[in-house]
């Protein structure tokens, strides 16, 4: 098959696919310089095309963000429920029927049909469901009026934390189709400004690329990184050189504290480097200028600071 005329493709879109955080900064640094030769007729009116779209860009993309931010916190809400189920509230439960009627006995079976299975294996809704059904197994045995009260306020916050993740998901794919939109059509008019741009300065060209952030767009290295870290330990996630005015959005997905920082060698510990830290699911902008002393250092880096739990990361260094 021939290859499309690499003319007639857009390299402002192709670069930004499922990446908006590049697509943001592709059209950050255009619109900035657009505005400063907004002295000369033809910038201003290409900027006056420009701006709105850009301004959509960026205030789809914060929106994105902080709802991302909520999904990830509902997330980790009902998983601590579910990890708190079993074997704890449910090996609870058990033990308190088991005073009462012995395991076998008609009663411990009509409540417990599988003992527990339910709890501990299956679907997030599965679980949250066996919970439910031995609510109503309890409801009216003798004895047993307190422990039905814990499994019937268990139940209503499992489905609350159910119920604020669904409603989240749902936001936050809301939001994302919001920045896709705001992303195609921002760099489509990018497109055809460098369109307009060859038109009037086709002798010239050169003098274009002050307009795009090439070292950007021509960028095809891998820019987002996601992995899991164990507790106490650290890892390096990727190598880059960064500038002193380069960002990078840190997001910790998973439950323990996680700190970053920028070491000098590949495989260095966080000891003598200055460890910025994100707490649980919460994604932070990390300026490279924060990381005191270490602001030349090419090899970002992520420890775990919890002795406990388990640390997961998703970053994205475009």
Not at 53 to 62: C, D, F, I, P, S
Not at 201 to 210: D, K
Not at 249 to 275: I, R
Request: hydrophobic content about 40%; glycine content about 8%; overall charge positive.
């Amino acid at each position: 098959m021939k290859r499309t005329w690499i003319y007639l493709q857009n390299p402002f879109f192709n670069c930004t696919k499922k990446n908006f955080k590049k697509a943001v900064k592709i059209s950050a640094y255009t619109n900035a310089q657009l505005f400063a030769k907004i002295g000369d007729p033809f910038y201003a009116e290409l900027y006056a095309a420009y701006n709105p779209l850009h301004l959509a860009l960026v205030a789809a993309y914060n929106i994105w963000k902080a709802q991302g931010g909520t999904q990830k916190g509902s997330t980790v809400t009902l998983d601590d429920l579910l990890l708190l189920l079993s074997p704890g509230k449910s090996g609870l439960w058990n033990r308190a029927v088991q005073l009462l009627y012995p395991v076998g006995s008609s009663i411990y079976t009509a409540i417990f049909p599988k003992k527990m299975k339910p709890f501990n294996t299956g679907t997030k809704l599965e679980k949250i469901n066996a919970v439910a059904t031995l609510e109503i197994a309890l409801t009216g045995k003798a004895g047993l009026a307190t422990t039905l009260t814990d499994v019937t306020a268990f139940s209503a916050s499992l489905s609350t934390a159910e119920t604020a993740q669904s409603g989240s998901k749902g936001s936050t794919s809301t939001a994302s189709d919001n920045v896709e939109i705001a992303r195609v059509n921002a760099m489509v008019m990018l497109y055809s400004i460098l369109g307009k741009c060859i038109g009037n300065m086709a002798e010239t060209p050169r003098l274009i690329t002050v307009l795009f952030n090439l070292n950007v767009i021509r960028n095809t290295l891998q820019t987002i990184f996601t992995g899991g870290v164990k507790a106490n330990l650290f890892e390096t996630i990727a190598q880059r050189t960064f500038a002193l005015d380069d960002t990078i959005d840190a997001g910790n997905d998973g439950l323990g504290l996680l700190g970053f920082y920028l070491a000098e060698n590949a495989g260095d510990g966080p000891t003598g480097y200055t460890v910025i830290h994100v707490l649980s699911t919460k994604t932070d902008t990390i300026n490279i200028s924060d990381f005191t002393g270490n602001t030349t250092n090419n090899f970002l880096c992520v420890v775990n600071l919890s002795a406990v739990s388990g640390g997961h990361y998703n970053v994205n260094v475009a």
